[in-house]
């Protein structure tokens, strides 16, 4: 069974969390400092971390980069509404996805499932031959080749390297710098509008505008999120 680890000193919050964690199956263990965090992730391998940003302790970004040198595990940080500098600093720190409060357990739920299908080897993709169905979206890895229901997507180089690696990373937010290195190969394009041009083209090739987004969601001042419509 996956297992769990909560960072929260808020109790009420922290409660909540545990329930909703034990609730998808995982064995869930809670602490409320980061110092019990490290020495938590330290001793046990976890499969998963909800970090709390405001810890009373340390300084979130500070946690995550020290729990980071002593776990693998995937870090889906939580972090109060409205602060989006916290969130761009702790995915630049390590963290693979956030969420902000309050959310619900519906939400949190669906980026534990993201997280774990995605840190999971055995359902791990990019192998040749590999097929990543969303959906109506269907990216076939070795042929580059995708399709929206019956239509196949007439996509440029660039557009299917960038949707295969958002795609290979569903429900996860993708920072612009991550994209960068990935499909630029580095580490900083000169013109950061290159990427949302990229992204644009290929938003209205999968047939939506970011008014009303079905696959490629845009975190504003973080990154894009390609995950199935709801
Ligand atoms: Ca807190």
């Given at each position: 069974m996956p297992r769990a680890l909560v960072v929260e000193d808020d109790p009420?919050?922290?409660?909540?969390?545990?329930?909703?964690?034990?609730?998808?199956?995982?064995v869930t263990q809670a602490v409320s400092t980061a110092a019990a965090a490290l020495q938590g992730a330290a001793?046990?391998?976890?499969?998963?971390?909800?970090?709390?940003?405001?810890?009373?302790?340390?300084?979130?970004t500070v946690a995550l980069t020290m729990l980071r040198s002593v776990s693998n595990a995937p870090v889906i940080v939580a972090t109060a509404r409205g602060d989006e500098e916290s969130?761009?600093?702790?995915?630049?720190?390590?963290?693979?996805?956030?969420?902000v409060k309050p959310f619900s357990s519906k939400h949190l739920a669906a980026r534990i499932n993201a997280l774990l299908r995605r840190s999971r080897p055995s359902t791990r993709i990019g192998a040749p031959g590999d097929m990543i169905d969303l959906g109506e979206l269907q990216i076939d890895l070795s042929r580059r080749r995708a399709t929206l229901g019956d239509k196949t997507l007439d996509l440029s180089r660039r557009e299917f390297d960038l949707l295969a690696y958002l795609a290979q990373r569903h429900g996860c937010v993708v920072s612009r710098r991550e994209?960068?290195?990935?499909?630029?190969?580095?580490?900083?394009?000169?013109d950061d509008r290159t990427i949302?041009?990229?992204?644009?083209?290929?938003?209205?090739?999968?047939?939506?505008?970011?008014?009303?987004?079905?696959?490629?969601?845009?975190?504003?001042?973080?990154?894009?999120?390609?995950?199935?419509?709801?």
């Open positions: 009420a919050v922290q409660m909540a969390l545990v329930h909703a964690l034990r609730g998808l199956g995982l001793a046990t391998e976890f499969d998963v971390v909800v970090l709390d940003l405001g810890l009373p302790d340390l300084d979130g969130v761009v600093r702790s995915l630049n720190a390590g963290a693979d996805d956030y969420i994209l960068c290195e990935a499909v630029w190969d580095q580490v900083s394009i000169s949302d041009v990229h992204m644009s083209w290929l938003r209205r090739k999968l047939g939506e505008t970011a008014a009303e987004p079905r696959y490629l969601h845009t975190i504003r001042g973080v990154g894009y999120r390609l995950a199935e419509p709801e």
